[in-house]
């Protein structure tokens, strides 16, 4: 079962994880496998706010983000 995957998604998480005492950030690495459609879309919105003046995406297999401290995987689910 594949979820919805966006930018804004993931900063709540970082940000919940940062609030949250219980949960140490240090070396925290989440890894999520998501589906093509939903990782190709990921990988896009993260291009493209990050990459102001560019315009020449190319897709990643892997994409990997650090917010926070908090390390970001992201596979495509080829199963």
């Known amino acids: 079962m594949f ?3 966006n930018l ?3 900063l709540d998480i970082a940000n919940e994880c940062v609030e949250n005492e219980v949960i140490e950030t240090n070396g925290l690495t989440i890894m999520y ?3 093509e459609k939903t990782h190709k879309k990921l990988d ?3 291009f493209y706010n990050t ?3 560019l ?3 190319t897709h990643n297999d892997l994409i990997e983000i650090n917010i926070a401290g ?3 995987v992201f596979e495509i689910d080829r199963v």
Request: charged share 30%; hydrophobic share 40%; net charge negative.
């Open 8 to 10: 804004e998604k993931v």
């Open 3 to 5: 979820f919805s995957m």
């Open 51 to 53: 990459n102001n003046n």
């Open 55 to 57: 315009n020449n995406f």
């Open 70 to 72: 908090i390390t970001f």
């Open 44 to 46: 896009e919105e993260l």
């Open 33 to 35: 496998k998501l589906d």
